[in-house]
């Protein structure tokens, strides 16, 4: 069992660093934030109709960095993280199947999703698309604390639609230790440009898992969550303009290697308040991880219906919003594939200083099962943030969407 969740973790940690790569690739300069693990058990129950010896399946195993290349070992490491995270209160994750009717799911296919993926699943007609798009994306509002709406438009369903699955997360915690709302204050935020906007600015001084990393040219900040094994990580560069060089390094280095290196300390920190919205068509960077079979009339998906017709993917969307500030973090992704037919030291140190005052990288992670969201900022949007909310909440989107075609 300890065996599987570290081939987990390692898989999720692979595509994670993929994912983000190809994603700064495509949007360099932008503010990004997104939901790796929710992509992966989206494309993973996709995954399910795929013969094992496929072509499609050896894509799809190797761009999603699946530890395996059996279905059934796939399913089964989804199958311990989804229980897992059954046990957390703060954390939902909930998947569905929705079938176009008078269509039948493949046996194994259905029973897999249900049992190892943990999904619902429900007849629908897609041909009412305006009734289909507002019954499946209440139910994804549902499971996200009404943070994920509008999830899939009518226009991405048809009477040639025949399956839509989709993953939801939702977290909702608080900091361990809250930061002051009387301590923050306005301050320069630095950016890459080297120019200044002026932002909220957090401040704590509290011992927290740091350090001083000097092969990434960075430091590095752990806040953990109350009640959980959930952290939100911090890796800012040493200098403003630090944040494209850190990228290209956190390519060979996992969240292991950084964490493991953490040691409590006694640290004064700044941290901006921000928001951040992306969006982003995934289409490009599944075909830049060689997912491409999945696009076009050579897709081999043939177990997930009774019916036999070819399947084809149209459009992968990935939608991501994030707001942080003092106490705590609320958070929610959701993925929907559619398819239509075609230790402590001795003494205390001298206090480190942590101060996010430019552009930093972040991932929201779990010590048993790895990353559940990450992004970086490098513009705070607006120059000065006055929201009052008491709570950092992250929401991520990603739409898979599938087409099936009669060829």
């Given at each position: 069992?300890?065996?599987?969740?570290?081939?987990f973790?390692?898989?999720?940690?692979?595509?994670?660093?993929k994912?983000?790569?190809?994603?700064?690739?495509?949007?360099?300069?932008?503010?990004?934030?997104?939901?790796?693990?929710?992509?992966?058990?989206?494309?993973?129950?996709?995954?399910?109709?795929?013969?094992?010896?496929?072509?499609?399946?050896?894509?799809?195993d190797?761009?999603?960095?699946?530890?395996?290349?059996k279905?059934t070992e796939?399913?089964n490491?989804?199958?311990?993280?989804?229980?897992?995270y059954k046990?957390?209160?703060?954390?939902?994750?909930?998947?569905?199947?929705y079938?176009?009717?008078?269509?039948?799911?493949?046996?194994?296919?259905?029973?897999?999703?249900?049992?190892?993926?943990?999904?619902e699943?429900?007849?629908?007609?897609?041909?009412?698309?305006?009734e289909?798009?507002?019954?499946?994306?209440?139910?994804?509002?549902?499971?996200t604390?009404?943070?994920?709406?509008n999830?899939?438009?009518?226009?991405?369903?048809?009477?040639?639609?025949r399956?839509?699955?989709?993953n939801?997360?939702?977290?909702k915690?608080?900091?361990?230790?809250?930061?002051?709302?009387?301590e923050?204050?306005?301050?320069?935020?630095?950016?890459?440009?080297?120019?200044?906007?002026?932002?909220?600015?957090?401040?704590?001084?509290?011992?927290?898992?740091?350090?001083?990393?000097?092969?990434?040219?960075?430091?590095?900040?752990?806040?953990?969550?109350?009640?959980?094994?959930?952290f939100?990580?911090?890796?800012?560069?040493?200098?403003?303009?630090?944040?494209k060089?850190?990228?290209?390094?956190?390519q060979?280095?996992?969240?292991?290697?950084i964490?493991?290196?953490?040691?409590?300390?006694?640290?004064?920190?700044?941290l901006?308040?921000?928001?951040?919205?992306?969006?982003?068509?995934?289409?490009?960077?599944?075909k830049?991880?060689?997912?491409k079979?999945?696009?076009?009339?050579?897709?081999?998906l043939?177990?997930?219906?009774v019916?036999?017709?070819?399947?084809?993917?149209?459009h992968?969307?990935?939608?991501a919003?994030?707001?942080?500030?003092?106490?705590?973090?609320?958070?929610?992704?959701?993925?929907?594939?559619?398819?239509?037919?075609?230790?402590?030291?001795?003494?205390?140190?001298?206090?480190?200083?942590?101060?996010a005052?430019?552009?930093?990288?972040?991932?929201?992670?779990?010590?048993?099962h790895?990353?559940?969201?990450?992004?970086?900022?490098?513009?705070?949007?607006?120059?000065?943030?006055?929201?009052?909310?008491?709570?950092l909440?992250v929401?991520?989107?990603?739409?898979?969407?599938?087409?099936?075609?009669?060829?």
């Amino acid at each position: 069992m300890e065996s599987e969740r570290k081939s987990f973790n390692s898989s999720l940690d692979s595509f994670s660093r993929k994912l983000y790569n190809q994603l700064v690739n495509l949007n360099p300069t932008q503010n990004l934030i997104c939901s790796p693990l929710s992509i992966q058990t989206c494309v993973g129950m996709l995954r399910m109709g795929a013969e094992d010896d496929s072509d499609t399946a050896k894509e799809l195993d190797e761009g999603l960095s699946f530890s395996s290349n059996k279905a059934t070992e796939i399913a089964n490491s989804f199958n311990n993280v989804l229980a897992a995270y059954k046990h957390y209160s703060v954390v939902k994750m909930a998947n569905k199947m929705y079938l176009m009717k008078n269509y039948e799911a493949l046996k194994e296919f259905h029973d897999t999703l249900t049992e190892k993926f943990h999904s619902e699943a429900e007849r629908i007609d897609f041909s009412a698309n305006n009734e289909a798009a507002a019954t499946i994306n209440e139910w994804v509002e549902s499971r996200t604390n009404n943070l994920i709406t509008n999830l899939i438009s009518p226009n991405m369903l048809d009477q040639n639609t025949r399956l839509v699955l989709i993953n939801a997360i939702h977290f909702k915690g608080e900091w361990i230790d809250k930061f002051d709302e009387n301590e923050t204050r306005i301050e320069d935020f630095h950016l890459e440009n080297e120019s200044r906007v002026r932002v909220s600015m957090m401040n704590a001084s509290n011992k927290y898992y740091y350090a001083n990393l000097p092969e990434l040219d960075a430091k590095v900040l752990r806040l953990p969550y109350r009640n959980t094994n959930l952290f939100m990580l911090f890796v800012l560069p040493n200098i403003y303009t630090g944040l494209k060089q850190l990228e290209k390094k956190l390519q060979t280095v996992t969240l292991d290697d950084i964490t493991r290196k953490l040691v409590s300390r006694k640290v004064f920190v700044k941290l901006p308040k921000f928001k951040t919205e992306y969006s982003q068509e995934l289409t490009p960077i599944f075909k830049e991880l060689n997912i491409k079979k999945i696009f076009n009339s050579q897709a081999e998906l043939p177990k997930m219906l009774v019916v036999n017709e070819s399947i084809e993917v149209s459009h992968i969307i990935h939608k991501a919003f994030i707001e942080v500030n003092e106490e705590g973090t609320e958070a929610a992704a959701a993925t929907a594939a559619v398819m239509v037919l075609r230790s402590l030291p001795a003494h205390d140190p001298e206090p480190q200083t942590f101060h996010a005052d430019h552009p930093f990288f972040y991932t929201i992670y779990d010590l048993n099962h790895g990353c559940l969201f990450m992004g970086k900022l490098g513009l705070p949007e607006g120059t000065i943030i006055t929201d009052n909310k008491k709570l950092l909440n992250v929401l991520c989107m990603c739409v898979c969407v599938c087409e099936l075609q009669l060829l």
